[in-house]
């Protein structure tokens, strides 16, 4: 081999290299690498920031350990755990700790999206945490695209989360599991200016009531057991015909019925004119309906080739 | 010139020997040109294997001198030691006419010397060394904590980097005013 077999060379000065050379040298480095390269110091880190390294995404996860998630565009996932001042990565040669002192939990999640040059977290994955921990994922998070509340929460957690949290996802929701009740109804979701919201508890129904359709903001929205009777599925029906929503911005609802329930498609059109489940507002806007098995979805003016 | 002429390189420019080549082929005689770096030893190197270096490429073009002129002038280095020179010279002659593989087994087995040749390959714009340089650079911290890629590549601290800032400035101060006491001086 050309290049003798010490462990590593004598110390060269990289930051004395050609603006070019040292770029370059940059973009064949590895991703933890340069995760690593960009925690010598506050050069390092704008340094690895301005080579400007493509990764797909960055998603946080906190249950019993805090995690961070890089996505590169071709190689697989890479976790780090953190802490407060300090980050674990597990490599080919073993668990590895960087150390930072001072650094918070914002902090090395700041640090990630700077040096990735990535404006938000992906997704913010809520598990089953202490409750007074997420007053510290609040602040650690400032925006997400998508926050999942996932089914390993307690009722309380899940609770207190989506009350926190709910406010900073930008585009999506998907809570597994159903907290809501008389106190905290479901339309505090179903309000939220999203473009989907994914509502997945097959232990809990949601109840869903007319008033909730009518509330909605979310383009699509899919509920998983949804619990809506026919009666007010019919009302409305019949008030989205009367256009009384001359802005109606839901594109597409997905209700998932109890196994075994099928819809009385009767109850459901009962006073509506409606050609094979297409419904034709005055105005030109469509609503399609469909159902498969205990599926019912309604697509609102979706125009299909 | 005090020089030694090494590389291809021999004692004394030697005739150019052209290499065997089939008979249909139309013998073209190779052309020499002569490079020095800091130790002023000069290296006698084919066009061929300078082609790799776009800066000696351009420079040959632009001159247009024949051997007797390339020999009586050769080409100052004067920033690149002679041992980086030898090397890069080394590297030419072994990849003359052929493309790079993307793992090069010819380069320079000293560690140490990295870093003057990655200087050496991009003031020369030899593209596909300084590319297998570069990776080789990025090679000496695989795996390493940020400590330990401190230590392999120097990196100062930001404590460190503060106060080498705050010494430019106070330098930069003292310069400007040591300028303007002149002006000053001149005026009077």
């Known amino acids: 081999m050309l290049f003798s077999s010490l462990p590593y060379a004598m110390p060269i000065r990289i930051l004395s290299l050609p603006s070019a050379d040292l770029q370059y040298t940059l973009n064949c480095m590895d991703i933890c690498d340069l995760i690593a390269f960009s925690l010598c110091s506050n ?184 619990n809506i009777s026919e009666q007010e599925l019919n009302r409305f029906l019949k008030l989205w015909m009367k256009g009384n929503h001359g802005f109606y911005r839901p594109k597409v609802i997905m209700l998932f019925l109890e196994d075994g329930r099928e819809i009385n498609h009767d109850k459901v059109f009962e006073g509506i004119n409606h050609e094979a489940f297409r419904l034709n507002r005055t105005d030109g806007k469509e609503l399609i309906i469909s159902t498969h098995g205990n599926v019912f979805i309604l697509r609102f003016d979706i125009k299909y080739e | 010139m005090s020089s030694t002429e090494q590389g291809t390189s021999s004692a004394a420019p030697a005739e150019p020997t052209t290499a065997p080549e089939s008979a249909a082929a139309p013998e073209v005689p190779e052309s020499f040109y002569y490079v020095h770096g800091k130790d002023k030893v000069v290296h006698k190197v084919s066009a061929g294997a300078l082609q790799h270096s776009a800066l000696i490429h351009g420079m040959i073009s632009n001159l247009g001198y024949t051997e007797e002129q390339a020999k009586a002038n050769p080409f100052p280095f004067e920033n690149i030691d002679g041992d980086i020179l030898q090397m890069v010279v080394d590297w030419c002659n072994q990849h003359k006419g052929k493309p790079t593989p993307p793992e090069d087994t010819n380069l320079p087995k000293q560690k140490e010397k990295l870093f003057d040749l990655v200087l050496a390959v991009n003031y020369l714009e030899i593209k596909e060394l300084l590319t297998y340089c570069c990776k080789q650079v990025a090679m000496m911290v695989k795996g390493k904590s940020p400590e330990e890629i401190r230590e392999i590549w120097m990196i100062p601290t930001d404590a460190e980097d503060e106060a080498a800032e705050k010494e430019a400035k106070k330098r930069a101060g003292k310069e400007a005013a040591g300028e303007t006491a002149a002006a000053a001086g001149d005026a009077k």
């Open chain 1, 43 to 226: 050069r390092t880190k704008h340094l690895v920031k301005s080579s400007k390294r493509k990764i797909e995404y960055i998603d946080t996860e906190f249950g019993s350990h805090s995690s961070i998630i890089i996505k590169p565009p071709t190689d697989e996932f890479i976790f780090f755990e953190f802490d407060d001042s300090w980050i674990e990565l597990a490599r080919r040669n073993g668990v590895e700790v960087f150390r930072k002192p001072k650094f918070t939990h914002r902090d090395w999640v700041d640090h990630f999206l700077n040096i990735f040059n990535e404006s938000m977290i992906n997704e913010l994955s809520i598990e089953d945490v202490d409750v007074s921990y997420l007053d510290t994922v609040k602040e650690t998070i400032s925006k997400c695209n998508r926050l999942e509340i996932t089914n390993d929460c307690s009722h309380d957690v899940a609770k207190i989360a989506f009350s926190k949290l709910s406010p900073i996802a930008v585009d999506t929701v998907a809570l597994q599991k159903n907290i809501f009740d008389n106190e905290s109804d479901i339309s505090k979701l179903l309000s939220l200016n999203l473009e989907s919201a994914y509502l997945d508890d097959h232990r809990k129904p949601f109840e869903i009531k007319l008033e909730d359709l009518l509330v909605l903001n979310i383009t699509e929205l899919m509920i998983e057991i949804a």
